[in-house]
Nanobody, 120 residues
Framework: QVKLVESGGGLAQPGGSLRLSCAAS????????MGWYRQAPGKQRELVAR???????NYANSVKGRFTISRDNASHSMYLQMNSLKPEDTAVYYC??????????????WGQGTQVTVSS
């Protein structure tokens, strides 16, 4: 079982920036991919960004050009740099890790989420 802890959320003004971090700890055999989801009140969960083991990234159209996902493979950490924030970016952001555990089973684990609020 892997524990994921997010940090960096909070309040930002429109046009501002925030950087989210997600640190993973536990027994990991190999990593398949990792990324970020978000969910706003009254809206369905949205995949924001993900990065695969080879370094290829995907972004939701709503954040493309504004958000950047990155990782540190050595520390099993991931980051989401959010620039040019808009009120519609307000949501709870969840990081996930898709990995093969020590039992050789592929599992997806999630963090508890961090609130991002964009408002003046």
């Amino acid at each position: 079982q892997v524990k994921l802890v997010e940090s960096g959320g909070g309040l930002a003004q429109p046009g501002g920036s925030l950087r989210l971090s997600c640190a993973a700890s536990g027994s990991i055999f190999s990593i398949n991919g990792m990324g970020w989801y978000r969910q706003a009140p009254g809206k369905q969960r949205e995949l924001v960004a993900r990065i695969f083991s080879g370094g290829i990234t995907n972004y939701a159209n709503s954040v493309k050009g504004r958000f950047t996902i990155s990782r540190d493979n050595a520390s099993h950490s991931m980051y989401l740099q959010m620039n040019s924030l808009k009120p519609e970016d307000t949501a709870v952001y969840y990081c996930y890790l898709y990995y093969r555990g020590s039992n050789h089973r592929d599992v997806t684990d999630w963090g508890q989420g961090t609130q991002v609020t964009v408002s003046s």
